[in-house]
């Protein structure tokens, strides 16, 4: 297979993880004898910095010629603290999900055996618990109509029957693929536009009868998922609910460091890491680039190649077992790795199977 990659490295440790996603993913294709290059392009605050546009023309016109892209992460200190900043590195992101069509943000729920004594959540509770949360990533109120007033501010959250629809499907089809069980998450018992997905959501259902369809308010949901994180198959909410929800569940598995995602929709997906541009640790070689390389993971399987993203898989799972880990996730006593060495640990583990 020919595939072009867009590299979006970005800020912190952004630029760090990806060169480890791209040698996995290099390592991958020699493996299997596939054709993939490689653009990188300017986003966040690296890139406002450098042409002052986190999103820049150019960097969209890569994603759009490339299959895929493989995001790491974006964000800095200097612009947090500042609420009167005119662009924001955040904004970058936003506009790249929006300009590419990334409606369906993918992101699972998953726990690693050797790490579950890092969840706040108790052993028995959390162990084997296996879920994907789909959250709409285009709609809503992150870009609905705003007004911001010294006095009066307000965002709104407007969704269409056709949004709610494409993304239901999305989320339809995922429990069809696992097991058959999809919870619809909102607050339908307040919001208008609750109402209108569970309508949707009510009216699609019987197309799908193997499926089990319940509905969860938001607050009971963000409940559920600590009590009983295992109730869960694959949970569909709309852009805000899903933001939160996902880092709930990306701690309660004790894996952040380890969780990837994809976003997907009408224009070129994108890969990336859940967790954020870790500024603080920048440059120091530190980071988990697992995420990043569970991202290549997702990335082959979203183009069918299952064996290579099963490759991928075991190599992380095999780094993990021989104790290749990066230094928050390392037990007691066990050498210290970097980013650099976990992710050579991994392509070579690849190129010698
Ligand atoms: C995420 C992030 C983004 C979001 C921010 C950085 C705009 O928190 O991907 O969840 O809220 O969507
Ligand atoms: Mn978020």
């Given at each position: 297979?020919?595939?072009?990659?867009a590299v979006?490295?970005?800020?912190?440790?952004?630029?760090?993880?990806?060169?480890q996603g791209?040698s996995?993913?290099?390592?991958v294709?020699?493996?299997f004898?596939?054709?993939?290059?490689?653009?990188?392009?300017?986003?966040?605050a690296?890139?406002?910095?450098?042409?002052?546009?986190?999103f820049p023309?150019?960097?969209?016109?890569?994603?759009?010629?490339?299959?895929?892209?493989?995001?790491?992460?974006?964000?800095?200190?200097?612009?947090?603290n500042?609420p009167?900043?005119?662009?924001?590195?955040?904004?970058?992101?936003?506009?790249?999900r929006?300009k590419?069509g990334?409606f369906?943000?993918?992101?699972?729920?998953?726990?690693?055996?050797c790490l579950i004594?890092?969840?706040p959540?108790?052993?028995?509770?959390?162990?084997?618990?296996d879920?994907i949360?789909i959250?709409?990533?285009?709609?809503?109120?992150?870009f609905?109509?705003?007004r911001?007033?010294?006095?009066?501010?307000?965002?709104?959250?407007?969704?269409?029957?056709?949004?709610?629809?494409?993304?239901?499907k999305?989320?339809?089809?995922?429990?069809?693929?696992?097991?058959?069980?999809?919870t619809v998450?909102?607050?339908a018992?307040?919001?208008?536009s609750?109402?209108?997905?569970?309508?949707?959501?009510?009216?699609?259902?019987?197309q799908?009868?193997?499926?089990?369809?319940?509905f969860?308010y938001?607050?009971?949901?963000?409940?559920?998922?600590?009590?009983?994180?295992?109730f869960f198959?694959?949970?569909?909410?709309?852009n805000?609910?899903?933001d939160?929800?996902?880092?709930?569940?990306?701690?309660?598995?004790?894996s952040?460091?380890l969780?990837?995602?994809?976003?997907?929709?009408?224009?070129t997906?994108?890969?990336e890491?859940?967790h954020?541009?870790?500024?603080?640790?920048?440059?120091?070689n530190?980071?988990n680039p697992?995420?990043?390389i569970?991202?290549?993971?997702?990335?082959?399987?979203?183009?069918d190649l299952?064996?290579?993203?099963?490759l991928?898989?075991?190599?992380?799972?095999?780094?993990?077992?021989?104790?290749?880990?990066?230094p928050?996730?390392?037990?007691?006593?066990?050498?210290?790795?970097?980013?650099?060495?976990?992710g050579?640990?991994?392509?070579?583990y690849?190129?010698?199977?």
């Amino acid at each position: 297979m020919n595939l072009k990659i867009a590299v979006l490295a970005g800020d912190g440790i952004g630029p760090e993880i990806s060169e480890q996603g791209v040698s996995v993913l290099t390592a991958v294709a020699e493996k299997f004898g596939h054709q993939v290059s490689y653009k990188s392009a300017l986003c966040g605050a690296a890139a406002i910095d450098a042409v002052g546009d986190p999103f820049p023309e150019e960097t969209f016109n890569i994603c759009q010629e490339a299959d895929a892209v493989l995001f790491s992460a974006v964000g800095d200190p200097k612009f947090d603290n500042n609420p009167s900043a005119k662009v924001r590195p955040e904004q970058g992101l936003l506009a790249m999900r929006k300009k590419l069509g990334l409606f369906a943000n993918i992101r699972p729920v998953q726990t690693f055996d050797c790490l579950i004594h890092k969840s706040p959540l108790k052993d028995e509770l959390v162990r084997g618990a296996d879920f994907i949360c789909i959250r709409e990533l285009t709609g809503g109120m992150y870009f609905g109509e705003k007004r911001e007033g010294d006095d009066m501010a307000y965002d709104t959250n407007k969704y269409t029957r056709p949004e709610v629809e494409r993304i239901l499907k999305v989320g339809y089809e995922y429990a069809m693929r696992r097991r058959k069980h999809l919870t619809v998450v909102d607050k339908a018992n307040v919001l208008a536009s609750s109402r209108l997905w569970r309508k949707v959501a009510q009216e699609m259902a019987p197309q799908y009868p193997e499926v089990q369809t319940d509905f969860m308010y938001v607050d009971n949901a963000s409940m559920r998922m600590i009590q009983e994180p295992r109730f869960f198959d694959v949970m569909v909410t709309e852009n805000t609910f899903g933001d939160i929800l996902t880092d709930e569940g990306s701690c309660i598995s004790g894996s952040m460091g380890l969780l990837p995602s994809a976003s997907t929709g009408t224009g070129t997906p994108v890969f990336e890491p859940i967790h954020g541009s870790w500024p603080q640790a920048k440059g120091l070689n530190i980071a988990n680039p697992l995420a990043q390389i569970l991202s290549v993971a997702m990335l082959l399987e979203y183009f069918d190649l299952k064996e290579e993203g099963a490759l991928v898989r075991e190599a992380v799972d095999a780094s993990l077992e021989a104790n290749v880990r990066t230094p928050e996730i390392q037990v007691e006593g066990g050498a210290k790795y970097g980013t650099r060495e976990v992710g050579q640990w991994i392509a070579d583990y690849i190129r010698r199977k």
